[in-house]
């Protein structure tokens, strides 16, 4: 037996180097295979990575929300929208019916949704910081760190912010005259506006502040703080869930800046690269962008986008000009003209003149501009330790505001760049369940207050709705954007017992799981066992009435999940193709190899050799020839896989942080793709072999009597 | 019913070219003897093919009986008919035949593998000793095409004799050799004959060749002549030829 296989083998190899058509064929197996192993093993690699960064960033290995969702669940978001999705309220019982699920570690209540907020404008802070001065001199209380200061020490902070709130309109008086000296911008300027600058530029306005210091402020409020334009929106997604936990779960996550919130406490981690992108002033955020792009080898001299960067720096300077008040401009520009050995007496030229970076002086004025600039404005427009005031509107239309403390901000470890994983900033479920519309213990007490505090009207619009919500009515997901509005709408009252008590809470365990969310991520012991415990959740849903619907994080990332799916299939059709026409011509090559064999058969079977033999020798034929250069083609494409393996491949931005988990992608050779190709040249070989090997099989011994002729 | 290795009793055999019947055999009755020489004569189309494609047990008969080592061949299956060729029957082609692919040790040996009786070593010493016996020992790596057609046709033999069979059938074993090269082959089947009683039975049309047996069968239009001496079948092969001499020198 073993022999008769060496000497079909034998046969095989021999008859394999007779023809040239086999090495056509040979190189079409080879490239076949050597694009699915390499192809597949990078994708493979992808695949876990993404695995890695969407499980470990916020999916976990299963994520679980109400099957009468409207919508299917997706983490990051489905053409832009998040997915509506219908509020889970059982979720104590939930909890403990998955958790005695063999292999289930954790699991993690959840809420996704987004509040577009707005810092407001350098003068809209100002005024506020103002109006908060002056409302606890006059005893009227305010954040606590204000309300134990001196008289004396608040009408020392009043001056230095009129004295702020003049340099700015100075600022903005120059701006004007510039326009107007200019023909074409003169037209833009509304007289309106340059009229109101007129009346606030004089030393007779400011004298009436004491006077009158709230109705100074609703003026500037009014007339001078929409003239200043450059107010940026940011779009904040967040998911509520259960910090501890969250933390727990999550063992990539990492705080940044600041600290984790506290057990049990209301709080928000702000994501870091959302703070860094987005809320970092602009300036200094390019400034960070040419250093990284630098120490990986860009010169500013070539490069395209560093040089828009530095153009930017230089012209738009106002963004640090306005936060300065009178006395700080004075003291910069004595700076700058030191640092930079400069006569000039503007600061917006200095500036521009400090950010005239170029390859050479980029690390010195860096270092200036930290050293200098940074520590006399605003760095970031949130900064750890303030109350975001989260205003957020319900699909009924009705206004819902929270209060959230910033106690830092957080990045996934490996993740630190992407976009993708940076999305997503954290907030406690309480502060998610106040905003989503979820009538909360605490809620409901404050809402008594409001009552007694504002009478019946207010009240009863914010009671219908607790109604709505607060009485397993349906609830909905939102998704709706809220502004942030320092002026909450609600009553001192109402805003001091958010501030005061609100903050300083500690929620028990019991409270913070009994209540409202829309999904929750079950973390597992063993990843391995996804399948099992999806079906084990549908089971248990099932048999106590639960209502929940159970999908892996592929399924939950929505169509980010779905993408190295798009690509596998793409892959299969290429290498379907490939191998299409390998085996139309392995087919071919094998019919007239046969016929031209009729003899040498037809004599191996008058010999005494049986059909099945003959059938083996033609399929061993081409399965030899597949495995061959088929073997070839893995070692080859498995080479080069360990090849990237030793560097890996450098993530060529952002996004792909987010797919290769981190900054490079370190592909790894493993058996899957090479057992899929092995199965498939043997099925690819013996497929398109069997017909000729079958017609092998009908020559007859007589063929041998024939003589060749 | 004779006793004899083959017994072949009113065989007739018949094949269809298209709408028109071909009666290759007409009633065909032949006994061969253990340890015969025997010669199958007769010129082109005279059925001898077909008769020693029916002992080989390549094709079956339409009418009669071909019994061949006690086996009737109508009776067995494709399967069965393998295998008695396999064991009993040896084969040597006019156009030699020999897997091109294969070495001149490998040729010999594949019946022996397809039998799969022996171990490598048994299998090693037959093979070893029947290349021997051809004289080809020296030639036992080499591909048939480095071989001359008078080698090739002794491989051949020796790959036809390596089972040990009871019948070795040649069906115009020289015809593709010059003439001094057919008789070594033919002294070599003969001395073979004569060392291990193996039945022969081959076919010609060269009377030369016909000296070498010790009876010859004369077939003409599917029917047996006679079964005679050498001498007598040569004598009647040259009457039979002589007037298709010319014929043949003229085209």
């Known amino acids: 037996m073993i022999s008769r296989t060496v000497l079909l083998l034998r046969i095989a190899f021999r008859n394999l180097m007779v023809s040239p058509i086999n090495l056509l064929i040979g190189a079409l197996i080879l490239f076949g295979t050597l694009v699915f192993v390499l192809l597949g093993g990078l994708l493979d690699s992808l695949s876990r990575s993404m695995e890695r960064s969407v499980v470990g960033s916020l999916a976990g290995h299963i994520q679980i929300y109400s099957a009468a969702s409207k919508d299917d669940l997706a983490l990051y978001g489905q053409f832009g929208n998040d997915s509506d999705l219908k509020a889970i309220t059982e979720f104590p019982k939930i909890q403990e019916a998955i958790s005695k699920i063999d292999g289930v570690q954790m699991v993690v209540p959840m809420g996704v949704s987004g509040a577009l907020i707005t810092s407001g404008n350098i003068i809209d802070l100002t005024l506020e910081r103002l109006r908060d001065l002056v409302r606890a001199r006059a005893g009227q209380g305010g954040r606590e760190e204000l309300t134990s200061l001196s008289k004396e020490e608040l009408d020392a902070q009043i001056h230095a912010e009129i004295l702020h709130l003049r340099q700015i309109i100075k600022v903005l008086r120059g701006d004007a005259d510039r326009a107007m000296a200019d023909m074409l911008s003169a037209r833009a300027v509304d007289p309106h506006n340059l009229e109101a600058l007129h009346r606030v530029e004089k030393d007779e306005f400011w004298d009436g502040f004491e006077a009158d210091p709230l109705g100074t402020l609703e003026f500037l409020e009014n007339r001078i703080a929409p003239i200043v334009t450059d107010t940026t929106l940011i779009f904040l997604r967040y998911v509520g869930t259960d910090l501890d936990k969250f933390q727990h779960s999550f063992d990539r996550m990492k705080v940044m800046k600041g600290q984790a919130v506290p057990a049990g406490q209301r709080g928000m981690l702000i994501s870091d690269l959302i703070h860094e992108e987005q809320m970092k002033l602009k300036t200094a955020r390019r400034l960070d962008k040419i250093k990284d792009a630098l120490a990986n080898g860009r010169v500013i001299a070539t490069d395209d986008e560093l040089k828009r960067f530095v153009k930017e720096n230089r012209s738009q300077t106002r963004d640090i000009v306005l936060q300065l008040d009178a006395l700080k401009t004075a003291e910069m520009v004595k700076a700058l003209q030191d640092a930079l050995g400069s006569k000039e007496t503007e600061l917006d030229h200095l500036l521009s003149a400090l950010l005239d970076t170029t390859d050479e002086n980029f690390q010195k004025r860096y270092d200036l501009f930290y050293a200098l600039v940074t520590p006399r404005v605003r760095l970031y427009r949130v900064n750890v330790g303030d109350v975001l005031t989260i205003k957020a509107f319900t699909r009924s239309g009705y206004v819902r505001n929270v209060n959230v403390k910033v106690y830092g901000t957080f990045a996934f470890s490996g993740l630190e760049k992407s976009m993708l994983a940076g999305s997503t900033s954290l907030m406690d479920l309480m502060s998610f369940r106040d905003l989503y519309g979820y009538l909360t213990a605490d809620k409901a007490e404050e809402l008594k207050e409001i009552q007694k505090d504002t009478g019946a009207k207010t009240v009863s619009r914010e009671n219908a709705e607790a109604e709505l919500f607060g009485e397993g009515a349906e609830v909905v997901a939102e998704a709706t954007p809220g502004i942030i509005d320092p002026d909450t709408a609600i009553t001192s009252t109402g805003r001091r017992l958010r501030e005061d008590d609100l903050i300083k809470r500690v929620y028990s365990q019991k409270e913070l799981d009994d209540g409202v969310m829309l999904n929750a991520a079950v973390m597992l012991k063993d990843a391995r066992q996804i399948d099992r415990v999806i079906k084990e959740i549908q089971r248990v849903s099932d048999e106590q009435n639960l209502g929940l619907k159970a999908v892996s994080w592929q399924k939950a990332s929505g169509l980010l999940g779905q993408i190295i799916n798009v690509f596998r299939v793409l892959l299969f059709v290429a290498v379907a193709i490939i191998f299409f026409i390998a085996m139309i011509i392995i087919n071919n090559a094998m019919m007239m190899a046969t016929i031209q064999r009729t003899q040498v058969i037809g004599t191996m079977r008058a010999i005494g050799a049986q059909r099945g033999l003959i059938l083996a020798m033609v399929l061993i034929e081409s399965v030899v020839l597949g495995v061959l250069f088929g073997g070839i083609g893995m070692l080859t494409g498995s080479g080069v896989l360990g090849a990237m393996a030793m560097k890996g491949i450098a993530a060529p931005n952002d996004v792909m942080y987010f797919f290769f988990s981190g900054p490079r992608l370190i592909p790894t050779v493993t058996t899957g793709p090479l057992v899929i190709a092995l199965v498939i040249i043997l099925f690819v070989t013996v497929a398109s072999t069997f017909i000729p090997a079958w017609m092998a099989t009908r020559i007859s011994p007589l063929r041998a009597m024939q003589a060749d002729e | ?251």
Do not use: W
């Open chain 2, 1 to 251: 019913m004779s006793n004899g290795i083959v017994t072949i009793q009113d065989v007739e055999k018949e094949y269809s070219l298209g709408a028109t019947v071909v009666k290759a055999l007409r009633g065909v009755s032949l006994t061969v003897e253990k340890g015969e020489f025997i010669s199958i004569a007769g010129p082109s189309g005279s059925g001898k093919t077909t008769l020693l494609n029916l002992i080989g047990c390549v094709d079956t008969a339409t009418r009669g009986d071909v019994v061949v080592a006690g086996k009737n061949t109508a009776q067995l299956s494709e399967r069965q008919l393998t295998d008695l060729r396999l064991n009993t029957i040896g084969f040597i082609f006019q156009s030699f035949n020999l897997v091109s692919v294969l070495s001149v040790y490998q040729n010999v040996e594949f019946p022996l593998l397809l039998q799969d009786k022996l171990s490598s070593g048994e299998r090693k010493k037959r093979v070893e000793s029947l290349l021997e016996q051809v004289g080809l020992n020296t030639h036992m790596k080499h591909r048939p095409n480095e071989l001359s057609g008078g080698q090739r046709q002794r491989v051949a033999i020796a790959r036809a004799l390596v089972t040990d069979p009871l019948i070795v059938l040649a069906d115009e074993p020289t015809a593709n050799l010059d003439s001094q090269t057919g008789q070594a082959i033919l002294d070599l089947m003969k001395s073979l004959n004569q060392q291990k009683g193996t039945t022969f039975i081959f076919s010609t049309h060269d009377h030369k060749v016909m000296r070498y047996a010790n009876a010859v069968v004369r077939l003409a239009d599917g029917k047996i002549l006679g079964r005679e001496s050498p001498e007598l079948a040569v004598a009647h092969a040259v009457g039979m030829d002589a007037p298709a001499a010319p014929v043949q020198a003229a085209s």
